[in-house]
Antibody, heavy 120, light 107 residues
Framework: QLQLQESGPGLVKPSETLSLTCTVS??????????WGWIRQPPGKGLEWIGN???????YYNPSLKSRVTISIDTSRNQFSLRLSSLTAADTAVYHC????????????WGNGTTVSVSS | EIVMTQSPATLSVSPGERATLSCRAS??????LAWYQQKPGQSPRLLIY???TRATGIPARFSGSGSGTEFTLTISSLQSEDFALYYC?????????FGPGTKVDIK
């Protein structure tokens, strides 16, 4: 059974860069059948799509975050990662990774999420 | 960019009753619309994609309809485990976009 697990720091300082990793188990991240994505949810608020990546490295980003976001993939480790720079308190959220099948536009398997707080 | 809206923000329903949730897109997304359910402290779960296709393991009491800009999620007879948040998401164009959600709570 496919599982996704987010990992990374729970607390980061303003202006710093957040780095999160999603480890995929029970399936190969190199499959041509799937994209892999990041979605976040600020406390008490709705879902915000951050971006998706294909095994080849092709990426799609939310324009509102594009200047600060990099998503990368490491097929040797079966992981993909998120980097978000120039953090502010508004980036405080639960960050989810997810699998997106076929054309990559829906998310059918989600990780449990990891809470990130931006504070000095 | 496509903007998604949902109504109502909160829907109060008695167990066993029918719930109807609405989602609207700022421009046509054809039938490329997904619905997710999220319970407190949990990750979202895919319910419906392609506007009307149930995801694997989703009970038949969940149904989706609509095309273009207007969509509906119907829960035919609410069970206790269905009280949750529901989000729609357009899957027609990049960037992907979620609606703000509808909370279904117990009346």
């Amino acid at each position: 059974q496919l599982q996704l697990q987010e990992s990374g720091p729970g607390l980061v300082k303003p202006s710093e860069t957040l780095s999160l990793t999603c480890t995929v188990s029970g399936g190969s991240i190199s499959s041509s059948r799937y994209y892999w994505g990041w979605i976040r949810q600020p406390p008490g608020k709705g879902l915000e799509w951050i971006g998706n990546i294909y095994y080849s490295g092709n990426t799609y980003y939310n324009p509102s975050l594009k200047s600060r976001v990099t998503i990368s993939i490491d097929t040797s480790r079966n992981q993909f990662s998120l980097r978000l720079s120039s953090l502010t308190a508004a980036d405080t959220a639960v960050y989810h990774c997810a699998r997106a099948p076929d054309t990559g536009v829906i998310m059918d398997v989600w990780g449990n999420g990891t809470t990130v707080s931006v504070s000095s | 960019e496509i903007v998604m809206t949902q109504s109502p923000a909160t829907l109060s329903v008695s167990p066993g009753e029918r719930a109807t949730l609405s989602c609207r897109a700022s421009q046509s997304v054809s039938s490329n619309l997904a619905w997710y359910q999220q319970k407190p402290g949990q990750s979202p779960r895919l319910l419906i994609y392609g506007a009307s296709t149930r995801a694997t393991g989703i009970p038949a009491r969940f149904s989706g309809s609509g095309s273009g800009t207007e969509f509906t999620l119907t829960i035919s007879s609410l069970q206790s485990e269905d009280f949750a948040l529901y989000y729609c998401q357009q899957s027609n164009n990049w960037p992907l976009a979620f609606g703000p959600g509808t909370k279904v709570d117990i009346k």
